[in-house]
């Protein structure tokens, strides 16, 4: 019964809560894997099996690969405890603290089981390396890769029973915003001290997908339509943490709403948040301009990233609707991206997307119900 | 002071609020009402926190014509107040003195009024429900508001601080003709009060009750 009860208030939430994020992810790992016309003895569904049996090689074969998913992993595992961690520590929440009447090694089970369930993913994928390792006869390093989920989810659950026993005050702030605080700098603290796993993610995700893919264009080869949609996966990834933020702003920052600021205002605040999200890209792709790309297709990247952001800002304005339907919503934009790229009409579609998104926000702002 | 012209609010196909046609004048305003009348709801509409039909003038200020000067205006105190619990008191109470154009003198004043000074520096989340309290009362009366709306102010409130928040209220009115619509499920000490007036929400509709001169 309990373990029910943990099951639908923190690993159902967790899921529903990151699906967009774990979609997101299953699509970069087995979406977004195109085979090559001629390049692959492969095809279909075999070519994707022999893309993760060459990439689990790599992970069994090569320290550092190796050490970079362990770190992946780690950090997701990081991630589910926070969550459950942050969940206990909510006021409506506070009857979990009962557990405690429980004998340490029940409540310890317990927890180690909600772990498990959220590290599921990485536990059915560690069985697939397990097996390519078996069948190398690598079996030190599959016996690893079984057991390094598990001891993560002992880790965890030893953390939240520390949790529900010694109930941790927030500490102090991460980066002090200053005694004359502008209203951007409220959201990326709130990046920086609750969403720190999101962002990085999001950002190193999109970072390594813009470096990796504007480095194979080449003089002869040199077709940005690629490029574009992959950035325009890699901005709808943002979405989650759009949706996060506004979330926020709906449960804590409210008052903003009452104080007496310009409409203009508002909007150059979020303006200068989702500029400033989106620094890291624009050193990547400067970086790589003009070796890789021209200014011009540089500009038009970055000006088709952030209007999306924008957009995806404003549409969150007319109502906050529940993640799922917003994620459907940003599926939708995605698509007409795409008509816009394989039309060739990308810069009128930022424009149009920049124009749509300061119209929203100015008609839409006063208007919804909190 | 404050004048609703076809206001009304509706949740869904639920009226919850109308009020074809009301004046108040400048005057302290204890608004009562069952739970689930609408207090807080009106509280927020004329805070401009929540959209209505209609509108609301505060001092000819239309709050749909004039949203930046109409919030100059008014200001507002939840019920029970929820900040980032990372953001420091003092970073809360910067952002409000330049959003309204406080000065130092006032902001510190204040601060001392509501002894907060002590803990301002450190983070909102080690806060007690009643030093948040304490914080949201500061922050509703920076500025120069000529009407503060305080939503159950005495809730979570020491004893020590509720003579000093009728004081501050009283010298307010008095000295700066500011104007108060408080709403609270425990009696308000009406002599502490000068001229408090009555106003109840009873179905969706609002009534002056009485004066207490």
């Known amino acids: 019964m309990i373990f029910r009860i943990l099951l639908t208030t923190f690993v159902r939430r967790f899921y529903r809560q990151n699906a967009g994020q774990l979609i997101f992810i299953f699509i970069l790992f087995f979406g977004a894997v195109g085979e090559l016309e001629g390049e692959s003895k492969y095809t279909g569904p075999l070519f994707q099996l022999h893309y993760q049996y060459q990439l689990i090689l790599g ?26 961690g942050a969940a206990l520590q909510q006021k409506d929440h506070t009857c979990f603290y009962i557990l405690n009447a429980l004998p340490r090694r029940r409540l310890f089970t317990l927890f180690f089981r909600v772990q498990i369930l959220l590290l599921l993913p990485l536990i059915i994928y560690s069985f697939a390396v397990l097996g390519v390792a078996i069948y190398k006869g ?20 030893a953390r939240l029973l520390y949790r529900l026993a010694t109930p941790a005050g927030p500490s102090t702030v991460f980066l002090h915003p200053g005694a004359r605080t502008a209203y951007w700098k409220f959201f990326l603290l709130y990046a920086l001290r609750h969403q720190r796993i999101v962002f990085a993610g999001i950002k190193v995700i999109s970072c390594g997908i813009l470096f990796c893919s504007i480095r194979t264009l080449t003089t002869e080869y040199y077709d940005l339509r690629m490029i574009f949609l992959l950035f325009g996966i890699v901005i709808f990834g943002h979405s989650v943490l759009i949706y996060r933020f506004r979330e926020w702003e709906e449960s804590m920052l409210h008052f ?15 303006a200068l948040l989702y500029a400033i999200i989106l620094i890291p890209e624009m050193i990547v792709i400067g970086g790589l301009t003009p070796a890789w790309i021209h200014w011009p297709d540089t500009l038009r990247l970055l000006l ?3 209007s999306l952001l924008l957009l995806q800002n404003s549409l969150l304005f007319i109502a906050l609707i529940p993640m799922r339907s917003f994620l459907k919503m940003t599926l939708g934009l995605f698509l007409l991206l795409y008509l816009a790229v394989m039309a060739g009409w990308l810069a009128a579609f930022s424009g149009l997307v920049l124009a749509t998104a300061f119209l929203l926000f100015y008609r839409t702002y006063y208007r919804y119900n909190s | 002071m404050l004048t609703f012209t076809s206001t009304t609010k509706s949740y869904g196909k639920r009226e919850i609020l109308s009020i074809p046609s009301l004046q108040l004048d400048a005057g302290i305003y204890w608004l009562q009402g069952a739970n689930g009348s609408g207090k807080t709801t009106l509280l927020r509409m004329i805070a401009g926190l929540l959209p209505f039909r209609g509108d609301i003038h505060c001092n000819d200020l239309s ?16 019920a029970e107040p929820l900040y980032p619990d990372f953001l420091k008191g003092q970073d809360l109470v910067a952002f409000y003195q330049e959003v309204r154009k406080a000065s130092t003198e006032q902001v510190n004043s204040l601060t001392e009024i509501f002894q907060v000074r002590s803990y301002l520096a450190a983070p909102i989340g080690t806060y007690s429900s009643g030093m948040v309290k304490r914080l949201s009362l500061v922050l509703a009366f920076i500025g120069r508001p000529s009407l503060i709306m305080l939503d159950e102010p005495l809730v979570t409130l020491d004893k020590d601080c509720i003579p000093v928040l009728y004081q501050l ?4 009115y008095r000295e700066q003709n500011t104007s108060f619509l408080i709403s609270s499920h425990q009696d308000l000490a009406r002599s502490s009060l000068p001229e408090e007036k009555i106003l109840s929400v009873h179905n969706g509709s609002i009534q002056l009750l009485t004066h207490n001169s």
């Open chain 1, 59 to 84: 992970m069994l074969s090569s320290g550092i690969f190796m050490g970079v998913v362990g770190l992946a992993w780690f950090a997701y595992a990081e991630k589910c405890t926070r969550f459950v």
């Open chain 1, 138 to 157: 690598w079996f030190l390093a599959g016996i690893g890769f079984i057991i390094y989920p598990i001891a993560l989810c002992a880790m965890g659950a």
């Open chain 1, 256 to 270: 903003y709403r009452g104080l007496p600021v310009s409409l203009t205002r508002r909007l150059g605040q979020y």
């Open chain 1, 304 to 306: 088709s990233g952030y």
């Open chain 2, 63 to 78: 709050q749909r014509k004039e949203p930046v000067a109409y919030r100059r205006s008014v200001s507002w105190a939840d």
């Open chain 2, 169 to 172: 209220i009283g010298h307010s």
